[in-house]
């Protein structure tokens, strides 16, 4: 198992900046595919970001792209998530989630992950 941890959530202005975290524990980190999703109220979970297990590709819903940016440091188990120029609608529940990595280089649909953390509340007010 890879048991996640998210941090970095909170409150910020239209504009602003938040960076989440994604701590992975247990061994073998760089073999998965790390992805970000999120889900506000009365709403599905949808895909916010992912990327490879090197870090060399990802991809981004058309709704952050541009204004997000994802990474890792295998090194360290971490996965991260640079959120800027924030806007109400960025108001979610962010959950990070890792897949093993198959014969793709990463995963948009949530039910290809196999693991999940807990979430972190992103507020944007305007």
């Known amino acids: 198992q890879v048991p996640l941890v998210e941090s970095g959530g909170g409150l910020v202005q239209a504009g602003g900046s938040l960076r989440l975290s994604c701590a992975a524990s247990?061994?073998?980190?760089?073999?998965?595919?790390a992805g970000w999703f999120r889900q506000a109220p009365g709403k599905e979970r949808e895909f916010v970001a992912t990327?490879?297990?090197?870090?060399?590709?990802?991809q981004y819903a058309d709704s952050v792209k541009g204004r997000f940016t994802i990474s890792r440091d295998n090194t360290k188990n971490t996965f991260y998530l640079e959120m800027n120029s924030l806007k109400p609608e960025d108001t979610a529940l962010y959950y990070c989630a890792t897949a093993l990595a198959g014969a793709t280089y990463y995963y948009t649909d949530p039910d290809d992950y196999d693991y999940w953390g807990q979430g972190t509340q992103v507020t944007v007010s305007s």
């Open positions: 247990g061994r073998s980190f760089s073999d998965y595919v």
């Open positions: 990327s490879s297990k090197s870090g060399r590709t990802t």
